[in-house]
């Protein structure tokens, strides 16, 4: 089983799922996911209005789908909406990929946040008591699934979002029963990178020398890895020979990692199914070749993969490999400060 690298945030409405979240991930240096923006973002409207038009069904099918893709997600903080908790099959998969926190807060505080707010379709024309009504009804299953109570009231957002951590750092020094959540956001908040080479690659230092140098792939890999270190990247290793796998293997790439190098051998000239893998995960990636591919044969002159490619580098042997790799950090970067690495966003 996957290790659980993401924090859940459950918790009726007003609760502070929302905004603790977005300061829960800032401090920790992590992405931020709430389930209701991506919804308003895919629907192009607002919550409200998606319950006015097609009915409260109809949201929740939105929330599943959504609830699902977030759980895919690692090292991610969730935010989700209040009514969540409905659907048992949501909890099953959230309590798979990460530790559920429940924000609770009075019935007090809640009723003074979220009454009569239009953006809330279940609070907006609702009275007091119906909105508690709502909520007595919730406490049972916000219980029921949280591994980790946090006491809301009468506390700021930020004392709030401080306090999650602390918890999630000293259940784990004092029994582990949450494994080491906070760990895992240290390891998974590096960069992770997919280094794919394709066919005959695994024949390097051995195949034509002249051309390709003395290092074997294992070789260029552990330096590549050293480097990648240095760099605070993580990289994992990927090689076939056949398209299909490497075009299984840059699908799999989708929320897993931030980018990636590849070199596709003889493919880079003619795999339109590796450009179009490419070109759907919408990915940064960078093409590498260790030969100069313009001075050879001539069928070598066309990539149709590095049509799919961010940059290519070519003709400068291994040192190509980490070249790439610095390229394809500073893209990664420039993208996490544009905000535009959510998954079929980008
Ligand atoms: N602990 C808190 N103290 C003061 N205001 C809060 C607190 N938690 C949330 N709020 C405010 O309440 C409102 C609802 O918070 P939000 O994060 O949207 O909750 P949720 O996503 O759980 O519905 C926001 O205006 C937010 O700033
Ligand atoms: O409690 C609920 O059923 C809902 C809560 C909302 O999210 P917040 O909890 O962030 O307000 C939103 O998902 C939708 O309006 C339904
Ligand atoms: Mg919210």
């Not at 009231?153 to 259940?171: P, Q, T």
């Not at 230092?205 to 552990?222: A, F, H, M, V």
């Not at 030969?291 to 069928?299: K, Q, T, V, Y």
């Given at each position: 089983?996957?290790?659980k690298?993401?924090?859940?945030?459950?918790?009726?409405?007003?609760?502070?799922?929302?905004?603790?979240?977005?300061?829960?991930?800032?401090?920790?240096?992590?992405?931020?996911?709430?389930?209701?923006?991506?919804?308003?973002?895919?629907?192009?409207?607002?919550?409200?209005?998606?319950?006015?038009?097609?009915?409260?069904?109809?949201?929740?099918?939105?929330?599943?789908?959504?609830?699902?893709?977030?759980?895919?997600?690692?090292?991610t903080?969730?935010?989700?909406?209040?009514?969540?908790?409905?659907?048992?099959?949501?909890?099953?998969?959230?309590?798979?990929?990460?530790?559920?926190?429940?924000?609770?807060?009075?019935?007090?505080?809640?009723l003074?946040?979220?009454?009569?707010?239009?953006?809330?379709?279940?609070?907006?024309?609702?009275?007091?008591?119906?909105?508690?009504?709502?909520?007595?009804?919730?406490?049972?299953?916000?219980?029921?699934?949280?591994?980790?109570?946090?006491?809301?009231?009468?506390?700021?957002?930020?004392?709030?979002?401080?306090?999650?951590?602390?918890?999630?750092?000293?259940?784990?020094?004092?029994?582990?029963?949450?494994?080491?959540?906070?760990?895992?956001?240290?390891?998974?908040?590096?960069?992770?990178?997919?280094?794919?080479?394709?066919?005959?690659?695994?024949?390097l230092?051995?195949?034509?020398?002249?051309?390709?140098?003395?290092?074997?792939?294992?070789?260029?890999?552990?330096h590549?890895?050293?480097?990648?270190?240095?760099?605070?990247?993580?990289?994992?290793?990927?090689?076939?020979?056949?398209?299909?796998?490497?075009?299984?293997?840059?699908?799999?790439?989708?929320?897993?990692?931030d980018?990636?190098?590849?070199?596709?051998?003889?493919?880079?000239?003619?795999?339109?199914?590796?450009?179009?893998?490419?070109?759907?995960?919408?990915?940064?990636?960078?093409?590498?070749h260790?030969?100069?591919?313009?001075?050879?044969?001539?069928?070598?002159?066309?990539s149709?993969?590095?049509?799919?490619?961010?940059?290519?580098?070519?003709?400068?042997?291994?040192?190509?490999?980490?070249?790439?790799?610095?390229?394809?950090?500073?893209?990664?970067?420039?993208?996490?400060?544009?905000?535009?690495?959510?998954?079929?966003?980008?």
């Open positions: 089983m996957k290790n690298t993401n924090i859940v945030l459950i918790g009726f409405m007003g609760s502070g799922k929302t905004s603790i979240g977005k300061m829960l991930a800032e401090k920790l240096g992590k992405r931020f996911l709430d389930t209701d923006e991506l919804i308003r973002q895919e629907c192009g409207m607002e919550i409200s209005e998606i319950f006015h038009k097609f009915g409260e069904e109809y949201f929740r099918n939105k929330e599943k789908e959504t609830v699902e893709r977030a759980a895919a997600r690692e090292g903080v969730i935010a989700t909406g209040g009514g969540v908790v409905l659907n048992p099959e949501n909890m099953e998969k959230l309590r798979r990929s990460g530790i559920i926190v429940w924000l609770r807060a009075s019935e007090e505080e809640i003074q946040r979220i009454s009569g707010d239009a953006s809330r379709p279940l609070a907006s024309n609702k009275s007091e008591s119906e909105i508690l009504e709502i909520y007595s009804k919730r406490l049972n299953l916000y219980a029921t699934y949280a591994d980790i109570i946090i006491e809301t009231s009468g506390k700021d957002k930020e004392a709030i979002a401080i306090e999650i951590i602390k918890h999630l750092k000293n259940s784990y020094s004092n029994n582990g029963k949450y494994g080491n959540i906070i760990g895992e956001f240290q390891r998974v908040r590096q960069m992770k990178v997919k280094i794919i080479n394709g066919p005959n690659m695994n024949l230092g051995l195949r034509e020398r002249d051309i390709y140098g003395e290092s074997t792939l294992e070789e260029i890999n552990q590549l890895e050293k480097r990648a270190r240095e760099m605070g990247v993580l990289v994992d290793f990927f090689q076939s020979n056949s398209e299909g796998e490497i075009v299984d293997e840059i699908q799999g790439c989708i929320g897993q990692y980018g990636i190098v590849i070199n596709p051998g003889a493919y880079t000239h003619y795999s339109i199914a590796i450009r179009d893998a490419l070109e759907a995960v919408k990915l940064p990636v960078i093409e590498v260790m030969s100069n591919i313009f001075a050879r044969e001539d069928f070598r002159r066309v149709v993969t590095g049509q799919k490619a961010s940059g290519i580098i070519a003709g400068l042997g291994e040192t190509g490999y980490w070249l790439a790799l610095l390229a394809l950090k500073d893209l990664i970067e420039k993208r996490g400060r544009e905000g535009v690495n959510e998954f079929g966003k980008n």
